[in-house]
């Protein structure tokens, strides 16, 4: 399927990138620029910022309750952008998207980014608030029944990376992990997945841009080769949370989501990989006010609201496990 007729005229009228290295701060300020003001956001019960305190700092979160009720199931959210862009105010759209479509309270994580902060300094930061969140059950209003991780792209990195290490401690409160679009393979040999090179060019996120903008994490301590940056390599996934892969058709990243989603269901996780025909990166983020793409909130609304979630694959022509497992060197 083509490009989604309305994503393909936006990306067509963006300026090419400038020249040169890429520059964090004017990236940022770029980013901040686009975000709308308060009277244009969704309106919800109350936003309201605070701060958690967790074992390796103090980190911002802002809490989105979507209603007036005496308790909630909880869901951390993780915002994306390569680990270096991004903020509590970039993705508030989402979370209060998130918050509107799951009834869920969210809790959206300021984590630390780099380059100024080596990793595992985000990661740190994302597993302490959901540690937070669970030990202030009780000021939050939770039911203490759900407790719901999510993020989309580099934030869906830190959702598996949270769920494997929170199972590796026995920290056993997490009960969902969702996960847009995520980059679980930080390698980017462009012939590991087919999708690197079916959708290389032309869609938003171009597979040659991948190692730039991820270059600010893995040179700042991050190893491809550890499971908790590369989630994909962890090669024990029995345990782990029940998950639901949101993909785009027309993304280079699409495969390595699907693979992950394939090993869990295999590894006996309830998973559902769920595959947005025409969308390419970033459809959460960027496109989600249009009505097929705002569906992966409710989408992500009946997973969490589901009494046993159920593993399927959805709209999807997975290529064969063991092709793709051979792909991803294991």
Known sequence: MALHPEIARILGTLPPPPPGPLNP??????????VPPLEDRLPLYSVEDATAATPTGDVPVRIYTPVDAD????LV????????LGSLDTHDHVARALAKETGHKVISVGYRLAP?????????????VVRWAAGHGESLNWDGKNLAIAGDSSGG???????????????????HQVMFYPSLDLDFDEDRYPSMRENAVGYGLETAGLKPFNSFYLENGADPADPLVSPIKREDLTGLPAALVITGELDPLRDEG???????????VPATVS?????????????SWLPEYHRAFEETGAFLNAEIPNA???????????????QAGR
Not at 71 to 74: D, H, I, S, T, V
Not at 312 to 326: D, G, S
């Open 77 to 84: 959210y993780f915002h994306g952008g390569a680990f270096f």
């Open 258 to 268: 699907e693979l992950y989603g394939q090993r869990l269901t295999v590894a006996g």
């Open 116 to 128: 100024e902060s080596a990793f595992p300094a985000g990661l740190e930061d994302c597993y302490g």
């Open 157 to 175: 990195t830190f959702v598996a990376a949270v769920a494997a290490k929170a199972h590796d401690d026995g920290f056993d409160a997490i009960t």
């Open 25 to 34: 701060g004017a990236m940022r300020a770029g980013e901040a620029a686009q």
């Open 275 to 287: 595959r947005y025909a025409g969308a390419g990166h970033g459809f959460v983020q960027h496109f």
């Open 71 to 74: 308790a909630y199931g909880l």
């Open 312 to 326: 399927e694959i959805l709209n999807a022509e997975i290529p064969n496990a063991e092709i793709l497992n051979a």
